[in-house]
């Protein structure tokens, strides 16, 4: 698990008030996360550079697999502030890795989480890169959740955990869903299935029925606000950590057509987020035009 983040700095180049302010944007979205401050020198190389991460190419699979190994076991993240001195940086790093934060709250705590956790696990063939990407998002999907809702029900929890499961039998080797005739359509029939799925995975689990409840609503807007919530967490981690790569998959015209789609389902707190959120540029265009 990600425990701490240290931030290399030149010499001189940013003064106490800049590492206030990276250090209360981090203290307020990712409390158990130390952040620690260092000048770079010619023996230490960061893991990822500001300059780095602002690049269009950047390659975001790669980071993401070398977090999944660095997750085995407790870690820090070494990062370099080399581009001007941007107090965000660290917090848009840390909107891409909270899933090995692991954060929790009163109703995921014990054995039972745990227990559902390696189950959901196990239903992943991680050597599958559209699999092991679907995984990625089911637990920043869940971080997400708990950033917006900290209260969060233990069912409303799962459900995010379990919301897109049904990829596992459609679109496990390759998506399909750019080709659905009627996009809603398609996006219902995946939640009314994984819907399905979830109450299987979860045998024997209380909460199981109310889970795949919101599974099998959570591609609509709703006025429950547990659903509403599973939307604008799904949302958010599409724009924080899959947006890229769905670009890069399905091409623009598809992209344009799920950035609008995301957007339509996000309420106003889940849109102000997206302020630390960094987005690539094509995706940030698109997005704009929408606001």
């Known amino acids: 698990m990600l425990e701490e983040v240290e931030v290399l700095f030149r010499q001189g180049s940013f003064d106490e008030s800049y590492r206030g302010v990276m250090s209360a944007q981090v203290a307020r979205e990712f409390p158990s996360i130390f952040v620690t401050f260092d000048t770079e020198c010619a023996d230490r190389r960061p893991r990822l550079s500001s300059s780095e991460w602002n690049r269009p190419d950047f390659d975001t699979w790669r980071f993401d697999t070398e977090l999944d190994e660095l997750a085995r076991g407790p870690f820090t993240l070494c990062i370099a502030d080399d581009a001007g001195g941007r ?29 559902v956790l390696r189950r959901h696990h196990a239903l992943h063939d991680l050597d599958k890169p559209l699999v092991r990407a679907d995984y990625n998002h089911a637990l920043d999907v869940w971080q997400w959740l708990l950033r917006l809702e900290s209260s969060a029900s233990l069912a409303l929890q799962l459900a995010a955990l379990f919301h897109d499961i049904e990829r596992l039998q459609s679109e496990s080797d390759q998506r399909v869903e750019h080709l659905a005739g009627d996009y809603q359509q398609f996006k219902d029939q995946h939640a009314q299935r994984g819907a399905e799925m979830t109450i299987r995975a979860l045998d024997g689990v209380p909460c199981a029925p109310r889970v795949a409840e919101i599974v099998a609503k959570h591609e609509r807007q709703s006025d429950d606000d547990e659903i509403a919530l599973l939307n604008d967490a799904d949302a958010l981690s599409f724009f924080s950590l899959n947006s890229c790569g769905y670009a890069d998959y399905f ?16 309420r106003p707190a889940a849109r102000a987020k997206l302020a630390s959120v960094h987005l690539r540029g094509d995706i940030k265009s698109m997005l704009d035009e929408l606001r």
């Open 87 to 115: 107090p965000g940086f660290p917090l848009e790093v840390l909107n891409r890795c909270q899933r090995v934060i692991g954060r929790r709250n009163q109703h995921s705590q014990g054995q039972l989480f745990d227990r």
């Open 251 to 266: 091409g623009e015209e598809q992209t344009r057509k799920k950035v609008a789609y995301t957007w339509n389902r996000m």
